[in-house]
C-alpha cells in the first residue's frame, strides 16, 4: 500500500472545508479555550500569596477568579470531553466527501464509551512511548509517532480495543513510515513556531492575547492535519480492501482451475 501524501493533503483540505469542518473547529476551540482557563486558574490558584499577587498585577493569561479546585476540574472536564471529540472527529471526518454537509447522531452515540475508552488509553500508551522515543534521539519517537497516527481511526471508525487499535495503526502506516515521519516532523515545526510566537506575546505581557491566539491558530491547524490523516487513513484502508479482494478472486479462479 503506497501512500499518496499530496493527495491525502488536498483531500483532507476539501475535507475541513465543510459544515463537517467548520463545526469540528467551532468544538476544538470551545474545548481548547476551556481547558486553557482551567489550567491558568488551577495554577494562579494554587500560587503562594506573594506569587499570586505578582500573576494578577501582571497578566496571568486566560483564567477565572475562582478557587483552584474549579480550575482543576474544568481541566479534568476538558480533557475528558476532548477524547470523545476526538472519536467523533475521526468518525466524522473518515466519511466519503459527499456525507460531510451532515452530522447524523451515530458520530458520538455508536458504542462511544467504549471508544473513548479505547482511544483514552491508547493515546496514554502512545504519549509514554513517544515521549520516550523523543528523548532517545528523538528519531525513535517520530518514527513511533507516525506507526501510531491512526490509532483514533482504528478506535473510533472500527470499533478496535484499546491494543487493537494499535496494532492496527501499525499496520496501516508499514510502507509508508518516511512519508508520514514528514507529516510529524511538519507538525512539530508548526507547534514550535506557534508556540514561540506565544512566548513572545507572554513576554510583552499580553498573555490573554497570547492563549487566544495561539488556541485558535492550534484549532484550525489540528483539524487540517487530522483532515489529512483522515483521507490518509480512507487511501490506506481502500487499497487494503481492494487488495484483499484481488487475492480472494485470484483464489477463487485458481480453485476452479
Known amino acids: 500500500m503506497a501512500l499518496q501524501l499530496g493527495r491525502a493533503i488536498s483531500d483532507g483540505i476539501g475535507r475541513v472545508l465543510s459544515t463537517t469542518g467548520a463545526a469540528l473547529f467551532a468544538g476544538l476551540l470551545a474545548i481548547q479555550l476551556v481547558t486553557q482557563v482551567g489550567i491558568n486558574t488551577a495554577i494562579v490558584g494554587f500560587l503562594p500569596p506573594e506569587a499570586a499577587s505578582a500573576a494578577a498585577t501582571g497578566s496571568p493569561g486566560l483564567s477565572l477568579p475562582l478557587p483552584?479546585?474549579?480550575g482543576?476540574?474544568?481541566t479534568l472536564v476538558g480533557i475528558i470531553v476532548s477524547t470523545v471529540y476526538f472519536v467523533v472527529l475521526a468518525r466524522a471526518l473518515s466519511r466519503p466527501r459527499r456525507e460531510l454537509s451532515t452530522l447524523p447522531s451515530t458520530l458520538y452515540t455508536r458504542r462511544i464509551v467504549r471508544a473513548t475508552l479505547a482511544t483514552f488509553l491508547a493515546g496514554l500508551v502512545v504519549s509514554v512511548a513517544v515521549s520516550i522515543g523523543l528523548v532517545l534521539l528523538v528519531l525513535p519517537g517520530i518514527f513511533l509517532a507516525a506507526s501510531f497516527f491512526f490509532f483514533i481511526f482504528a478506535a473510533g471508525v472500527e470499533d478496535r480495543g484499546t491494543l487493537g487499535s494499535l496494532r492496527r495503526s501499525w499496520g496501516l502506516a508499514r510502507g509508508n513510515r518516511l512519508k508520514?515521519?514528514?507529516?510529524?516532523?511538519?507538525v512539530g515545526v508548526v507547534s514550535g513556531i506557534v508556540s514561540t510566537v506565544g512566548t513572545l506575546l507572554d513576554f510583552a505581557g499580553l498573555s490573554s492575547l497570547s492563549d487566544v491566539a495561539v488556541t485558535v491558530v492550534n484549532s484550525g491547524f489540528f483539524i487540517?492535519?487530522?483532515?489529512?490523516?483522515a483521507a490518509a487513513y480512507r487511501q490506506l484502508r481502500d487499497e487494503e480492501s481492494a487488495a484483499a479482494a484481488g487475492s480472494a478472486s485470484g483464489t477463487d479462479e485458481t480453485a476452479k482451475l
Open 224 to 229: 487540517v492535519v487530522y483532515g489529512t490523516l
Open 68 to 70: 483552584p479546585g474549579v
Open 180 to 186: 508520514l515521519s514528514l507529516l510529524v516532523v511538519a
Open 72 to 74: 482543576v476540574a474544568l
